[in-house]
């Protein structure tokens, strides 16, 4: 079984650019985590879809990021414009659609965001 | 808010030597789990602890739970170099779905 798989895996871009990040998670994964992790801190969470629904968005730090999953599969993650303390590592995580999604979480490998 | 705290944030060990990273967290919490990553690879699931005095092995690995110390360890015995890693500690609050993570132990084991 395909693990949970996140495109691209590094990306610079200069401040005030665009970048989108791909999640695509286990297949039958219906809740669909985005973290993120900036240098020396912890991994902090930013957004939880349930299918196509987004259940908490809470970690989201501002208006900048825009996270979407059309049809329930693959999630994006967008950020614009692209600030220089958006770098960091941006993980996404599945898991089961199991006892409203408090089930362990299955991680990429997280794509490294540098914004020069 | 949940607070996390892990620690040591690195640790350097021999091999065959014994020892013990610290989980600690501020709120109850009925979940928590250990993680573990290796540089440019993705996180992986070691250990889920679910109740009070849980303990969980795997090989080298030990984790326990105490609830009411909100507290966990992994207690890494005799290690050997395939041990370097980052390991992590995520801990679930009751009412949500998010995990709450420390800052990571970066392990190296040194022959």
């Known amino acids: 079984e395909a693990g949970v798989t996140q495109f691209p895996s590094h990306s610079v871009i200069e401040k005030g650019q665009t970048v989108t990040l791909r999640c695509d998670p286990i297949?039958?994964?219906?809740?669909l985590y985005w973290y993120r992790r900036v240098m020396g801190k912890e991994i902090k969470f930013l957004l939880h879809?349930?299918?196509?629904?987004?259940?908490?968005e809470s970690g989201m730090p501002n208006n900048r990021f825009l996270a979407e999953r059309t049809g329930g599969t693959y999630s994006t993650l967008k950020v614009q414009p692209a600030e220089l303390e958006d770098s960091g590592v941006y993980f996404c995580a599945s898991s089961p659609p199991l006892a409203g999604g408090r089930y362990t979480q299955y991680f990429g490998p997280g794509t490294r965001l540098t914004v020069l | 808010e949940l607070k996390v705290e892990q620690n040591p944030l690195f640790l350097s060990m021999q091999e065959g030597k014994n020892y013990t990273i610290y989980c600690n967290y501020s709120?109850?919490?009925?979940?928590l789990y250990w993680y573990r990553q290796d540089p440019g690879k993705s996180l992986e699931s070691l250990f889920v602890?679910?109740?009070?005095?849980a303990v969980k092995q795997e090989g080298r690995l030990m984790a326990s739970l105490d609830t009411k110390a909100r507290l966990s360890t992994l207690h890494i015995t005799a290690a050997v170099h395939d041990l370097s890693a980052t390991y992590f500690c995520?801990?679930?609050?009751?009412?949500?779905?998010?995990?709450?993570f420390g800052t990571g132990t970066s392990l190296t084991v040194i022959p």
């Open positions: 602890l679910l109740s009070n005095g």
């Open positions: 709120t109850t919490s009925d979940r």
């Open positions: 297949s039958g994964h219906d809740n």
């Open positions: 995520a801990v679930v609050w009751n009412t949500g779905n998010q995990f709450y």
């Open positions: 879809f349930v299918k196509e629904s987004k259940q908490d």
